[in-house]
């Protein structure tokens, strides 16, 4: 059910794990509903540097996790802010379709990040 | 790499005695039972040494067992079947809310349709209240529906007692049996069990076959019209290859009920102390006694079900979830919810089922890869690391 590009994701997720120092912290989700993803990120210069997160979910929710962190890194804030949950499903050859919220889920996370990044350094 | 198989609750592979005991049935035995030339009457056969064996294994008398296409159909029959006969003398079915889909789904389509039922709740280990039960009958109670032992959990409820309150108040008793089945002793008469849902293919037997117990004298309207067939309770040419093997299984299963309920208990008590020991922040659901010889449901906190699933197929492990990513909604399994476990907790059960052919050397596998997997998810997780910073 879980493209070759997911299963990658989920097993071997890019960017786990936190950053002591973030410029930005978001997290998103809740433990009722089975998903909760938490993203940091590390700003220079208005792009985003250094990007980590942590989920816990299924495995649609890892993979989305992990694929939005290889989309942010190296981009703008403002950039970063374009990215789509659509772009995260593209990214992952696709979701299917009861998994989509998960895509839905690392883009608010991304978002959480640099409201906190911006909230954080009255930007 | 190797696979093992870890959902016998699910389903379980055609064991090859009752592959051969098929086989003729498809080609050169292929007659209709209801011909009267030779070919019918062999296949007519047939169906009654079927029907013997599976009478034999739960203590019935052969007329009283009914072969359905599987076990959903025989719960839909009972129950439907019942409101349908009874619905003159009342309109109330009392059940519990950890029922399987193919009894709860009944029920809410029977309130569409203007019976009323009640729904038992369970204690933490998944066990109903006699004394709950007892209050909740009524004077147009026509019904009590419990089933045997849950899917999920694995709990045993008190048959025996609850067909005692039934039949002191002449109420009939249906009990979904489906797991129980081959791993658990069973004597309808003794039981006072009037209706019982059985299916095949959770006994080593074929897929689209199962039966349901009528115990002499209940009255009930057919599910299927048509044909005469099955004492013109339930239309329909008979599946005979697949009753042929509904019966070879029940025969196999009676001859090994004691060998095979002492077998799965060791595993399962080995599996479930080895991982509550040496895994934390888990906990074992469904009641530690009264349980399937073969059934494990542990949740591990702060990890979701599906990642645990897909992390075990990884390594050759099948095993199934609670969590609601597994079970096509977003709310988790409503036995575990019944159970009262907090939906986070019930997001991250997972359920290993033994059966006939788990061998301990698989026990021992899972015990060693178990926890790898559980230290990477956790080691992913953010709940994880609130616990373990103190937050």
Known sequence: ?123 | MERRYFDYSATTPVDPEVLNEMIPHFTNEFGNPSSIYTYGRESKKTIENARESIASLIGADPKEIFFTGGGSEADNWAIKGIAMSLRDKGNHIITSNIEHHAVLHVCEYLEKHGFKVTYLPVDKDGLISLEDLKKEITDSTILISIMYANNEIGTIQPIEEIGKIAKEHKIYFHTDAVQALGNVKINVKNMNIDLMSMSAHKVYGPKGVGALYISKGVKIEPLIHGGAQERKKRAGTENVPGIAGFGKAAEIANNNLDKNIEYLTKLRDKLIKEITNNIDYVKLNGHPIKRLPGNVNISFQFIEGEALLLSLDMVGICGSSGSACTSGSLDPSHVLLAIGLPHEIAHGSLRLSLGRFTKEEDIDYVLQELPKITNRLRSMSPLYEKVKGGE
């Open chain 1, 1 to 123: 059910m879980y493209s070759d590009k997911v299963m990658d994701h989920f097993t071997n997720p890019r960017n786990v794990g936190d950053i002591k120092d973030a410029d930005g912290v978001g997290e998103v989700g809740n433990a009722k509903c089975g998903d909760i993803m938490k993203m940091y990120i590390k700003v220079e210069d208005n792009i985003i540097k250094d990007v980590k997160f942590k989920t816990f979910g299924c495995g649609a929710a890892i993979a989305t996790s992990s694929i939005a962190t290889e989309l942010v890194v190296g981009k703008t804030i403002e950039e970063a802010l374009k990215i789509t949950n659509k772009a995260v499903v593209e990214a992952l050859d696709g979701l299917p379709h009861e998994k989509v919220h998960c895509s839905v889920l690392a883009e608010e996370a991304i978002k959480a990040a640099i409201d906190d990044y911006r909230a954080k350094n009255n930007k």
